[in-house]
């Protein structure tokens, strides 16, 4: 049976163009699922949009227009952006879809007859920009959200509340005790700041407006961001609808791996809300959520309602998908914040994918094609030895730390690989064993070299999607091969003659 793997990005909102923060979760998400499916894995990667809400209504209201034909064209854009980034998505969920809805409104019920859902009224502060009731301390002194720094609104309204003092042993002592959350310092902040004082319940329909999926129980209630936005992650495998055989197989079957990624400002709603109304459900907990830190611009994060963002496909149009994939991957470490502007892509782009990557390929091409007329002896001539015990070594700590999903990590024991390569060329001077004519010591170098190269190119396959078979072909793998390639018969693979020479990764002036 092969193993399973489900993941998920957050459902972002469409209330707005999607920015390189959204690019960042959803190419990580990508990377993992590429790098999973060469690992053997059976994968399935969700993604979608979040269409409910005061702040969906009262952007298509600004522009005249039904919330439906406002969604039309954010979803659009949100897809031609996957696309320009080549994401593999399996799914992409609407929380307007009808089997959404009609899943959620049962869920709902579920939740009431169990006795975890009950009726109340709030009173309290509101941040239409965030979707998000705040206390005291997430505001500031003249009454702003702390967060999107907009003015929020006193509201008053009748309301269901999920009873999450229910679950607080559970959260505290099953779910913020294990391993779930990643990185592990966020598992105390999660405690310290949300379950310790004392976990609060949730409000979870709202009265006073009226974009949002109606309940069965009080037609005048429709559901709140969360119950809605959350369950996504279950209603789009089928849960409690008549197929749900991508349910069965990716969430009930206790041995798929099941990772969420997100952002640091919503990791409380996915590792104490979205548990609890799994345990309401008497579902099975994910595996693992990935909380991941913000791409910051001018100091502060990037987001749509500061306005300080940066448009991917500009940078992708200019660069290409691969150097974007590649800065996410690598200069972006999910355990702490980071910065994108456009100097710094261009130095890590030319440090490494030009300089090192590239040029790596680049010239080990030429000297295949120079002296061998492109194709090498392997049959005869083995690899260099320290090479072959360098390169097994670099496969086993990149997958370690990739079934860690460490990527930047991961990727960084490759370009360590790289230097490694260009300094073997450096030290073997292969041009000057063809002009002494020692033409068997020179075949070994060059037979090392693309025998290692190849392991640089398909551990990087994940991330340079948009390169990866020409890199491949350039070092004489063939699109057959290719298909069948993995981390176990990499160093076995047959080469053809090199034939093709294309200029991949230039340097940026
Ligand atoms: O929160 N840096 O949607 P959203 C890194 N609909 N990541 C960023 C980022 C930044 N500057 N800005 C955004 C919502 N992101 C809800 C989610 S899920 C059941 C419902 C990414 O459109 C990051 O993944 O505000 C963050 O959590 C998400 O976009 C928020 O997207």
Redesign the pocket.
């Known amino acids: 049976m092969p193993k399973k793997f489900y993941i998920t ?5 469409p ?1 707005g163009n999607l ?4 690019a ?2 959803t190419t990580l998400a990508d990377i993992l699922k590429r790098y999973k499916k060469l690992d053997g894995y059976e994968t399935y990667f969700l993604t979608g949009s ?1 269409e409910h809400g005061q702040k969906i209504e009262q952007k298509a209201e600004e522009e005249n227009l039904t919330p439906m034909e406002y969604l039309k064209d954010k979803v659009e854009s949100f897809k031609t952006l996957w696309n320009l980034l080549y994401i593999d998505y399996d799914k992409f969920i609407r929380t307007t879809d009808v089997y959404h809805k009609e899943t959620v409104k049962k869920i709902f019920t579920k939740l009431l007859e169990e006795g975890y859902i009950y009726e109340g009224k709030y009173e309290g502060f509101y941040c239409v920009s965030c979707e998000e009731f705040l206390n005291f301390d997430q505001i500031t002194e003249d009454n702003r959200c702390k967060i999107s720094n907009n003015a929020v609104a006193v509201v008053q309204e009748d309301t269901y509340f999920l009873q999450l003092s229910k679950f607080q042993n559970f959260i505290e002592n099953d779910v913020l005790a294990s391993d779930f959350l990643i990185p592990a310092y966020r598992r105390n902040e999660m405690i310290n700041s949300f379950v310790k004082p004392e976990l609060k319940d949730l409000s979870v329909t709202r009265t006073s407006f009226s974009w949002g999926i109606p309940i069965n129980e009080n037609p005048k209630h429709v559901v709140y ?1 969360w119950i809605d ?2 369950t ?2 279950i209603t789009a495998l089928g849960y409690l609808q008549e197929n749900d055989n991508n349910f069965k197989k990716y969430w009930e079957d206790k041995d798929t791996e099941i990772l969420h ?3 640091k ?2 990791i409380r ?2 590792s104490i809300y979205w548990p609890a109304i799994l345990k309401g459900l008497n579902l099975r907990q994910p595996n693992h959520l990935l909380g ?5 611009s001018g100091g502060t ?4 309602s500061i306005g300080n963002v940066v448009d991917p496909i500009e940078i992708i149009q200019k660069y290409g998908a691969d150097g974007f994939r590649f800065y996410i991957a690598y200069e972006l470490p999910t355990e702490k914040d980071g910065n994108f502007t456009e100097d710094l892509f261009v130095e890590s782009y030319n440090a490494h994918l030009a300089n090192n990557v590239g040029n790596l390929i680049s010239r080990t091409n030429q000297m295949i094609t120079k002296y061998f007329e492109g194709k090498l002896n392997h049959s005869v001539i083995k690899m260099n030895s320290v090479v072959e015990q360098e390169v097994i070594s670099t496969i086993n700590n990149y997958k370690k730390l990739m079934d860690e999903y460490k990527i930047s990590e991961a990727t960084r024991v490759v370009l360590d690989l790289g230097k490694t390569l260009n300094k073997y060329i450096e030290e073997q001077t292969p041009w000057t064993l063809a002009k002494e004519e020692r033409f068997e010591e020179l075949e070994k170098v060059l037979i090392t070299l693309q025998k290692a190269i190849v392991v640089v190119i398909l551990l990087l396959k994940p991330i340079l999607v948009e390169n990866s078979d020409k890199m491949f072909n350039d070092m004489g793998v063939s699109n057959k091969q290719i298909e069948i390639i993995n981390f176990d018969n990499i160093l076995e693979i047959k080469f053809k003659k090199i034939e093709s020479k294309q200029i991949l990764f230039n340097r940026i002036k």
């Open positions: 990005t957050p459902i972002y909102y209330s920015h390189i923060g959204h960042y979760t979040d961001v936005a959350l996504n992650y990624l997100a952002g400002e919503i709603f996915h991941h830190g913000w791409i910051l994060k990037m987001s749509k």
